[in-house]
């Protein structure tokens, strides 16, 4: 088999590539090879249609929030003329339990209120941002189910088999939950230890 002859790290690698060659092997194309520039690749080839396929698949999961890309209880101070301006890998903000939830929203990357309808702060926020991370940087589940879901909307893309379709759509649930399990182990413990603080500083919370 293919797999087994490639030695360039080019399959196994944790990175864009990596996932781009899964997107490959799921149709029976050959893997690009280690050092391949993404950004070079003729449009319309398979590997550039992998290679966007990849780049919007994992925004689109990393956006929902998971373990492995929030940062909970994070201050954002603002500038001297009173804006919070975020960096450009922060895709989403949320009050939480610290203020309404959906009162702080991002509009470009400044921070805007919606409940004072304005960009201006007097004082610092805290929220939970999400952020997009590096592919060197997910944890092996993370970047498998992503892998796998990229490979199986690229399948569907420049294929449409229903058997590699089915082949895939298992191998992508089965992914997705041993990413959730991890997820609910951290956030579960999160959560808890957040409620029992709660508890002691806001009755409200302690009469569930």
């Known amino acids: 088999m293919a797999v087994e002859i490639l030695t360039d790290g080019s399959l196994y690698a944790n990175n864009k590539l990596g996932m781009v060659n899964q997107c490959l092997l799921a149709i029976g194309e050959v893997p690009l090879a280690d050092g391949t520039v993404l950004e070079d690749l003729q449009p319309g080839t398979d590997g550039a ?9 994992v925004v689109d999961i990393m956006s929902q929030g998971w373990f492995f890309n929030t940062d909970t209880e994070f201050k954002l101070h603002p500038d001297v003329d009173g804006f919070i301006t975020v960096p450009p890998n922060v895709i989403r903000i949320d009050g939480g339990y610290y ?3 959906g009162r702080y929203i991002l509009r470009g990357h400044r921070v805007y209120d919606t409940k004072e309808h304005q960009y201006k702060f007097d004082s610092y926020i805290t929220v939970d941002i999400v952020y997009i991370i590096a592919y060197e940087n997910m944890p092996q589940s993370a970047y498998r189910y992503m892998a796998l879901r990229a490979a199986r909307q690229f399948q569907e893309t420049v ?3 229903g058997v590699l379709y089915q082949f895939t759509v298992n191998a992508e649930a089965e992914a997705l939950a ?11 413990y999160n959560v808890l230890s957040k409620r029992v603080a709660l508890a002691y500083t806001n009755p409200r919370w302690g009469n569930d």
């Open 159 to 161: 294929v449409g088999s």
């Open 49 to 57: 249609i992998a290679r966007d396929i990849v780049a919007s698949t």
């Open 178 to 188: 041993n990413m959730q399990r991890e997820h609910l182990q951290y956030t579960d």
């Open 99 to 101: 203020n309404e939830r």
